[in-house]
């Protein structure tokens, strides 16, 4: 019996409060929910503070360039016996990663995307991903009025499997999760969670806001907040 202990546990450099916590404990959960041992599981990301997240679990990574987290296919497509996990952040994944977003999506092989949507680019301190809408940024003052939707490429596409989830309810996202996981060919989770120091400050129809109105920043451009599982046939 696999035991979360396995995974480790690691110093990181995220801010307080931030998502990424309870999303990397979900992660391990999942993994031991499957009965998975670390050597068994790869995770791959691209750069970002979401992207550092396999550095804090004990199993196999790789760390690779910025938007390349969606090519791990390539290493299970060489090791079919791994479980594939690509995991980074929404700028990452959906804006220099878009065109390997795309193609995993149509080569349809199997591993699981898990996007850390909190509609910022973390690493380089809060510039608006390719989801935000509405919101103004002291490196972008005019807000974006279409944000990409993930989850529409995905269903346009014909996805076996698409799921979005929120870190402020650990059950129902490790359920997804593990749902994913279990999905043989591409699936992807899209995590919603929010990112308190870099959204604190930022500016809606003129308006400061403060971190208590962080989290409802996190999800109200996106009118999601539970989580949702849809699965379209191929």
């Given amino acids: 019996m696999v035991d979360i202990s396995q995974y480790g546990e690691y110093k990181t450099s995220w801010c307080p409060g931030c998502g990424n916590f309870p999303l990397l404990k979900a992660v391990k959960q999942a993994l031991v929910r499957r009965n998975l041992e670390p050597h068994q599981v790869l995770l791959v990301s691209g750069i970002g503070q979401a992207a550092k997240a396999p550095h804090y679990m004990n199993a196999n990574i790789f760390n690779g360039l910025h938007g390349r987290a969606s ?17 980074s952040g929404d700028g990452c994944m959906y804006s220099e990663g878009g065109n390997h977003f795309l193609a995993a999506i ?24 390719p989801l935000r809408t509405r919101i103004s940024t002291k490196a972008q003052p005019k807000a974006l009025r279409s944000p990409l939707q993930p989850i529409g490429c995905c269903g346009a596409m014909h996805a076996g ?6 870190v402020g309810l650990e059950d129902e996202l490790v359920d997804l999760l593990v749902q994913a996981i279990n999905h043989r060919g591409f699936s992807l989770v899209d995590i919603l969670h929010p990112a308190f120091r870099l959204q604190s400050g930022i500016l809606i129809n003129g308006i400061r806001t403060g971190a208590s109105l962080c989290l409802l920043l996190t999800i109200q451009p996106m009118g999601i907040c539970h989580p949702a599982v849809s699965k379209m046939g191929r």
Avoid: C, M, W
């Fill in 106 to 129: 149509r080569r349809n092989v199997d591993i699981t995307l898990l996007a850390h949507n909190n509609q910022v680019y973390g690493l380089t301190k809060g510039q608006a991903s």
């Fill in 161 to 166: 499997f698409v799921g979005r989830g929120y």
């Fill in 71 to 87: 090519g791990g296919h390539r290493a299970k497509l060489a090791n079919p016996g791994l479980v594939v996990i690509a995991e």
